[in-house]
């Protein structure tokens, strides 16, 4: 079995688990409400404060369909308990980001500002003029919402100018060297 898919998930205090006919998990905590649909293939129970995912058989979809579920589950009940964060850096000379209402508003070396829209789920903060902090409950919806605020300037490997996650390590290139043979 697979060793992530067969670890049963607790639920704390204040989160409630709900699984419906259909193999829909909805997930109820103090921070909001998150809802997937789970493989068929897939079954979900709910027994003595744990949620158990177990496969119908055990060919290679249903193992691989096994782990992912069970982690899937688990980042629904992270995320109404605790919420996920992303930082990101924006550095090189003239490029900050400010906020504006709910609006994040970027210089980044353009002729214009780029400016991005906090949806209902994402909420944005900027404690510093080169530092953003995306926060919300739904891991994918924060990580893509990051992706697509970081792929407005990615980050350049000569002088590293661009938007990177906090925990990213941009590889240096080194640049001409000017001398002629």
Do not use: C, W
Not at 67 to 73: D, Q
Not at 97 to 126: F, P, R
Not at 129 to 138: E, L
């Amino acid at each position: 079995m697979s060793r992530i898919g067969r670890t049963p998930v607790a639920i704390p205090k204040g989160v409630e688990v709900k699984v419906s006919d259909a193999n829909v998990v909805t997930v109820k905590g103090p921070k909001g409400t998150l809802e997937t649909a789970i493989n068929p293939n897939i079954k979900v129970t709910v027994d003595n404060g744990a949620v158990l995912l177990t496969r119908a058989s055990d060919i290679q979809a249903h193992r691989a369909l096994h782990g992912l579920s069970r982690t899937l589950v688990a980042n629904m009940i992270t995320g109404v308990t605790e919420g996920f964060k992303k930082e990101l850096d924006v550095n090189g000379v003239g490029y900050r980001a400010s906020k504006e209402g709910n609006k994040l508003v970027m210089n980044l070396g353009y002729s214009h500002q780029v400016v991005v829209e906090e949806t209902k789920d994402i909420k944005i903060e900027v404690p510093s003029p080169n530092k953003i902090i995306i926060t919300g409950i739904d891991k994918q919806a924060v990580g893509q919402f990051a992706a697509d605020v970081r792929k407005k300037r990615p980050p350049e490997p000569y002088k590293g100018k661009g938007i990177k996650y906090s925990d990213e390590v941009i590889r240096r290139k080194e640049g001409k060297t000017g001398a002629k043979k």
